[in-house]
């Protein structure tokens, strides 16, 4: 089996289903054959360790541990999904102080033990403070942290197809910005139905206010259905995020990446942007909208405010003007 890259791939939270859905992606994309399984809990991280291998995959080489030193030693890239689940009733939010705990923790291990990692994803909830924490205490440069953003996109697609009975590839520029949660940008202006734009489409506003709605509750409605958060498709979209970062195929949905703009206004926040991410890690562009979505975006850019300013409270990470001590490249 020929493979992207023969370097270290760190899974984080291996144990888990987003972990172990992960696992077997990257292995089924040929992104790399050395991965490494880590986790806290042992008798998880050990029984998927135990079914990749049994799924024979060609070259493969599967570790697992429990022990960080020797998870992150050598790492080159690295998913996360190491953080607490949400359940039913919970918002993103409802994980803050314990998700970002472990954050801290998380970035402080690449410092101590992989400083020369490549790109790091971090994905569990809430990405955008998670992630921001992970960047603080890592050392890492902002292009090469970046958190999952893209499913709040590819939910609205999902919607919008099936309003129109298109094929879901056949729905361009669905996008949301700013925030993974309840207070995310839906942006519609760009979006085309098979080519048309959607304002040509004959969708009222009301209508399209429900889709926005089953959007941004896309989370909730899948614990709904089925018992659990969602694992299938954020660990997808992640694992194609870091086979961009390997230098394979360009991630081109909206990722979470550190935004200090001073044009834009948007500053010391870890949002979706207009992103690509490849092997030199991720870019991004300023969005551009209506003024109705342009507002929708900076509510949420000052929801994002309001978290990074409790964590800075509750003492995970320093004040802003003192991020620099942690991390010089911010």
Not at 222 to 251: D, H, T
Request: glycine content about 10%; aromatic content about 6%.
């Amino acid at each position: 089996m020929a493979f992207l890259t023969d370097e270290k791939l760190l899974i984080v939270g291996a144990g888990g289903m987003i972990g172990s859905n992960m696992v077997q992606s990257a292995l089924m994309l040929g992104l790399t054959p050395n991965i490494c399984l880590y986790d806290i809990f042992e008798p998880g991280v050990h029984g998927v360790a135990d079914e990749m291998c049994q799924c024979a995959f060609p070259g493969a080489n599967i570790t697992w541990t429990t022990d960080p030193k020797e998870a992150f030693t050598g790492a080159k890239y690295i998913v996360s999904s190491g953080g607490a689940p949400r359940r039913e009733g919970m918002t993103r939010e409802d994980l803050l102080k314990g998700n970002c705990e472990i954050a801290a923790q998380f970035g402080d291990f690449i410092k101590e033990y992989c400083p020369d990692v490549k790109h790091v994803v971090v994905i569990f909830n809430p990405a955008d403070v998670t992630a921001l924490t992970a960047l603080i205490h890592s050392g890492l440069k902002p292009n090469q942290l970046t958190s999952l953003a893209a499913l709040d996109s590819t939910r609205l697609q999902q919607a919008l197809a099936m309003e129109f009975g298109v094929q879901q590839d056949k729905v361009t520029g669905a996008h949301t910005y700013g925030g993974h949660g309840e207070q995310m940008a839906v942006f519609a202006s760009k979006v085309k139905i098979d080519g048309k734009p959607l304002a040509e489409m004959g969708l009222s506003e009301e209508r399209f206010a429900e889709i926005k709605h089953h959007t941004v509750q896309g989370g909730s409605n899948i614990i709904k259905l089925r018992g659990r958060s969602s694992f299938q498709s954020p660990s997808y979209c992640a694992i194609k995020m870091i086979e961009a970062a390997m230098g394979g195929e360009v991630f081109t949905l909206p990722a979470g990446c550190y935004v200090n703009c001073e044009e834009c206004g948007y500053k010391n926040v870890m949002m979706a942007m207009p992103t690509t991410i490849d092997a030199t890690g991720v870019h991004f562009t300023v969005p551009t909208g209506t003024p109705e979505e342009m507002a929708g975006l900076q509510a949420s850019v000052e929801h994002l405010g309001k978290m990074r300013d409790e964590i800075i409270s509750l003492g995970i990470v320093p004040p802003v003007a003192e991020w620099a001590t942690l991390n010089p490249n911010l």
